[in-house]
């Protein structure tokens, strides 16, 4: 099941340290089959309030999230973003079935329809 590197920056200071950030991350990806989906966009915010990047990376699997997030070259990555923007990161799993349904959160969760 795909898995999911999701982060929300704001406050973004461009500098030096972002640009190396940008420079090198693409190199911790490649062990761990990561690939940008959605990278320094502006989401078109529909509901709530939301004024950041946004960044999406897929992964086969959550292993492969967690062991590129606690990678040593990533970790020596994140304080360059870090000390330049406020950021949110989380991992996620995506759903497993092809053809996932909303519904079938129903069934999970024990509810009969």
């Known amino acids: 099941m795909s898995a999911y590197a999701v982060g929300l920056l704001s406050n ?5 340290d ?9 190199a911790t990806l490649t062990p761990y089959g990561g690939a940008f989906l959605v990278h320094g966009t502006r989401a078109e915010v529909k509901e709530g309030v939301f004024d950041g990047d946004c960044i999406i990376i897929s992964f086969p699997a959550m292993e492969q999230a967690r062991a590129w997030y ?3 070259a990533y970790a020596e990555l ?3 973003r870090a000390q330049h923007a406020q950021s949110t990161v989380f991992l996620l799993d995506g759903v497993a079935e ?7 959160l129903l069934a999970k969760l024990g509810v009969k329809a």
């Open 12 to 16: 973004l200071q461009f500098g030096p």
């Open 18 to 26: 972002i640009v190396t950030y940008l420079q090198r991350i693409d």
């Open 70 to 72: 606690e990678s040593p």
């Open 78 to 80: 994140i304080p360059l």
């Open 98 to 104: 092809p053809n996932y349904r909303a519904e079938s």
